[in-house]
């Protein structure tokens, strides 16, 4: 049981710490990283509260919505890259494109599932580590979430794409690495289906 809710608050949390980085973030890159997502919480918040009614009695409505409040920061071409790590080198341009789409549907779900949960626990940005010298520079943005006593802290990889548009494309959550923890399940799949990625990309979940 302990288990399982640790699994649910994780998954909860990661849903949270996406909604927090809004499409402020693409519509004002003057502001740094940091002040663009705090700039934009509020915003999001409200409309995870107005996609809410209908995760029950419309879920394809519902997801939608998440699905393209997400699609505005995610690089998902990029998460997908960094996923399939050494795998990627050998990985064509649609097939990097085609799991990217495969992600964006996948993590819609399981975040969209979180989301409809959040409560309005607090959150709290903390000041960068190492900032880098420049302000365009990929960098960790870090948030706390404090919820019933306990304090989690969450980091978004961010850079810069060629638009100059803020994107995510790594997420860490209490010192885990999304990224990593999925890289993880797809080199299982790697070795179960002999290295074809385009049976890796069919059998993702």
Not at 36 to 62: G, H, I, M
Not at 109 to 125: D, I, M, N, P, W
Not at 151 to 160: H, N, S, T
């Amino acid at each position: 049981m302990k288990s399982n809710m640790r699994q649910y608050l994780m998954s909860l949390l990661t849903a949270v710490s996406l909604v927090a980085l809004s499409p402020a973030l693409a519509q004002n890159d003057q502001l740094s990283a940091v002040e663009a997502a705090e700039q934009s919480v509020n915003e999001l918040l409200a409309r995870v509260e107005e996609l809410r009614p209908y995760f029950e009695s419309d879920p394809t409505r519902y997801y939608a919505g998440i699905e393209e409040e997400v699609g505005k920061f995610v690089d998902f071409r990029e998460v997908a890259r960094g996923v399939m790590a050494r795998f990627s080198e050998d990985a064509t341009d649609a097939q990097l494109t085609a799991f990217g789409e495969k992600l964006r549907s996948t993590l819609t779900r399981f975040y969209g599932s979180a989301l409809v949960e959040y409560g309005g626990q607090e959150l709290t940005y903390l000041p960068p580590q190492d900032p880098p010298e420049d302000p365009n520079a990929p960098t960790n943005v870090r948030m706390q979430i404090n919820s019933e006593g306990a304090r989690i802290e969450l980091q978004y990889a961010l850079f810069k794409d060629d638009q100059g548009e803020w994107k995510l494309r790594n997420l860490f959550v209490g010192g885990i690495n999304l990224r990593r923890q999925y890289h993880t399940q797809f080199a299982a799949l790697m070795a179960r289906n002999n290295n074809d990625i385009d049976a890796v990309i069919e059998a993702w979940q």
